[in-house]
């Protein structure tokens, strides 16, 4: 009789499991008691009776989990880099964007503003959310590339925000690198708009690097909006607006289509959550930044591509962990990948999508992924986790089209012309081999004259170098993997686009 009541409370257990899955009502519970009752009755054997049980709760826990899957992939996610020169508000923008989300709570904000008002800097209290390190509160100024999470209704966002100061543009450019959409940070107040703008400032290069590097639309806010010197004033930002316009056109930018201005105040809200009050600015009659931020449409990625991540960063915990941004395919765990360009064949454990762990993720998705096969020190940032069935190119030469923007004094262009070459999340020396041909940039067509040097503002084709193996895609494949930025002394020398890939011997092509 014992092995008898333990099958009932088997059962029971089992019904009572069920239930509390929200699958069974209270009536089907009574009824299915009664039916144990009754196979109890008739059963003998007891091995045949233990397994239904086991089988009708896996069906009913994978019946529940399925769904919960499905909600989750509703919100749309999207990367957003903060960028714009030092000082413009970049910062304390990103910072009052968490407030307004309620990602951050008033008392630690009230903690950020004693600690701001002790090093007597009363207005960066909110620019301590975005940068956290002892040295960027002292200095004020942004070094890292800050990162936080926050949703509106549609979408779910991660904030990059990017350092503004001139000697941390590479650390900006791999914040740019995993960006969709940007916001760039403009200071109306008298005399910072100008510094920025200038030859020299920020702004320039920011805008330049951003729509090298993909982010294809962009946000201009103008920020400090509520300063004495420019107090809500629509010529003020008329005449910013006038002055950016010509500037995004020659970068590039479509200002019709992926340009959108618009006025804030980060340090008190202004404009953000909430469209600004009429009584403040009644001239301003479009949309609040978070609006502007959820009507953004960002051309899709292809979940079903071939997989490629580029690494930019990687470190132990409990194995191997890399983090990077999904930009084609998708990612399960247990998926065998690649890394290369070493060609290390890896394991996928976990995956880390924001904090939480997540079973699958797509592309646009930031990720850390733990792996097996795979020590942290083989791995560098610029390698690549992509699929073993199209591997991406490991190349140590290509063909690339640039565009000169500004040599450095009396340099020119030409053979021999050494550089530092950034494409997605690699950095590495490399040199001019060969200019094969200068392009007109009226008619877009190659010039027929033979070509040697070239001087600022030119487009030319050209074969470049670098010393070690590096992943890179055509630009007609995968832009993301394609475009790359020059720079020399700590300056954005060109911006171009991989024509084609040169194999080398050693070169891993899908071969």
Known sequence: MDIEEDIRSLQLDSAEDEKSNGVLTGDAKLEEVEHVDKMEEDTKEVEQVVPPPAQVNKKVTEAIEKPVEKVEEKKRHLNVVFIGHVDAGKSTTGGQILFLSGQVDDRTIQKYEKEAKDKSRESWYMAYIMDTNEEERLKGKTVEVGRAYFETETTRFTILDAPGHKSYVPNMISGASQADIGVLVISARKGEFETGY??????????????????????????????????????RYDEIESKMIPFLRSSGYNVKKDVLFLPISGL???????????????????????????????PPRDPNGPFRLPIIDKFKDMGTVIMGKVESGSVSEGDSLLVMPNKAQVKVLAIFCDEDKSMRAGPGENLRIRLSGIEEEDI?????????????????????????????????????????LHIHSVVEECEIVELLQQIDPKTKKPMKKKVLFVKNGAIVVCRIQVNNLICVEKFSDFPQLGRFTLR??????????VMDLVSSNASSSAA
């Open 198 to 235: 200038e030859r020299g400032g920020q702004t320039r290069e920011h805008v330049q690097l951003a729509k090298t590097l993909g982010v294809s639309k962009l946000l201009v806010v103008v920020n400090k909006m509520d300063d004495p010197t420019v107090n809500w004033s629509k010529d």
């Open 488 to 497: 020399t002394e700590g300056k954005t020398v060109a911006v171009g686009k």
């Open 268 to 298: 008190v809200g202004s404009n953000m959550k909430t469209r600004v009050d009429k009584k403040v600015c009644p001239w301003w009659n479009g949309p609040c930044l978070f609006e502007a931020l959820d009507a953004i449409e960002v």
């Open 380 to 420: 560098l940032s610029g390698f690549v986790l992509c699929s073993i069935a199209k591997p991406i190119s490991a190349v140590s030469e290509f063909t690339a089209q640039l565009q000169i923007l500004e040599l450095l004094d009396n340099a020119i262009f030409t053979a021999g012309y050494k550089a530092v």
